[in-house]
C-alpha cells in the first residue's frame, strides 16, 4: 500500500538557495504535520495543517520557512535563503483525522546546506 | 516547550540480554507514544499509552507509563539484531489551535551486537 512519500530524498543547497520539499500524503489523510530533525535528536514539530488550512505554524523558526497545501492533499515546505543551521531532515507525516490518532512518516528529505 | 529527556543515550548490548530506556518529564502529557526509527526512514509508531500507570506489551517489548502521566519506560527482554535501532518517546498535548501536537524525546540508540 502507499504510504507517506517524500521528494527530494536527498538535497544538497549552497547556502542562500532556495529549496522546495514536496509530501505526499496517504490519500484521505486529513491532517500532515512537517518536522524537522536534526543530526542524533528527536523531531522537532514545525508546522501542521487540517485539508488545506495551516492551523499551526508555531514550530516554524524564522520567516524564511514556509509551507502551503493547496489543495488538501500534497504540501511543500519551503525554505528561502538557506542557511547551515537549516541541515537536517525534514519529516511529513499525515493521519487520519486531528486528534488521537496515528501519525504516519515519510521518509523524510535530508537537507545538507553549503 | 515541554522536554522529554531519554536515557541512556546510546545502548550497546549483547543478543539475548535485557534492557531498560527511560523517558523523563517534568510536564504532564495526554498520552506518550514510543517510535522507533531506522536509518534513512522516518519513525514508527510501537504503542500509545493514556492512562497513569498502564502498562502495555508487544512481544518482547514492554512499556509503562508513569502514575503521574510524566515519565515512561520501555525494557525488551532477550534483546535481539532485529531491535536495532533509533527509539524515541513523545509526548502528546493539544495546542492553542486544536491539534495535537507531538513533542519527541532525545532519543536512544540501541544497538544489540549478534
Known amino acids: 500500500g502507499a504510504g507517506v512519500s517524500q521528494s527530494p530524498r536527498y538535497k544538497v543547497a549552497k547556502r542562500g538557495q532556495d529549496v522546495a520539499l514536496r509530501c505526499d500524503p496517504i490519500s484521505g489523510h486529513v491532517s500532515l504535520f512537517w518536522y524537522q530533525q536534526a543530526l542524533g535528536q528527536g523531531p522537532e514539530f514545525l508546522t501542521y495543517?487540517?485539508?488545506?488550512?495551516?492551523?499551526?505554524k508555531s514550530g516554524l523558526p524564522s520567516d524564511r520557512f514556509f509551507a502551503e497545501r493547496p489543495e488538501g492533499s500534497v504540501s511543500t515546505l519551503k525554505i528561502q535563503r538557506t542557511q547551515q543551521e537549516d541541515s537536517a531532515v525534514y519529516l511529513c507525516a499525515s493521519s487520519l483525522y486531528s486528534s488521537r490518532k496515528e501519525q504516519f512518516f515519510g521518509p523524510g528529505t535530508r537537507l545538507t546546506v553549503l | 516547550t515541554q522536554l522529554l529527556e531519554q536515557s541512556p543515550q546510546f545502548l550497546s548490548i549483547q543478543e539475548g540480554e535485557n534492557l531498560t530506556v527511560y523517558c523523563n518529564s517534568s510536564s504532564v502529557f495526554s498520552s506518550l507514544q514510543w517510535y522507533r526509527q531506522e536509518p534513512g526512514e522516518g519513525p514508527v509508531l510501537l504503542v500509545t499509552v493514556v492512562t497513569g500507570g498502564e502498562v502495555k506489551k508487544l512481544k518482547r517489548l514492554t512499556f509503562q507509563f508513569g502514575d503521574a502521566r510524566k515519565d515512561s519506560s520501555l525494557h525488551i527482554t532477550a534483546a535481539q539484531p532485529g531491535d536495532t535501532g533509533l527509539y524515541l518517546c513523545?509526548?502528546?498535548?493539544?495546542?492553542?489551535?486544536?491539534?495535537?501536537?507531538?513533542?519527541f524525546g532525545t532519543g536512544t540508540r540501541l544497538t544489540i551486537i549478534p
Open positions: 495543517f487540517q485539508n488545506e488550512a495551516q492551523l499551526d
Open positions: 513523545a509526548g502528546e498535548e493539544i495546542s492553542n489551535f486544536g491539534n495535537e501536537k507531538l513533542t
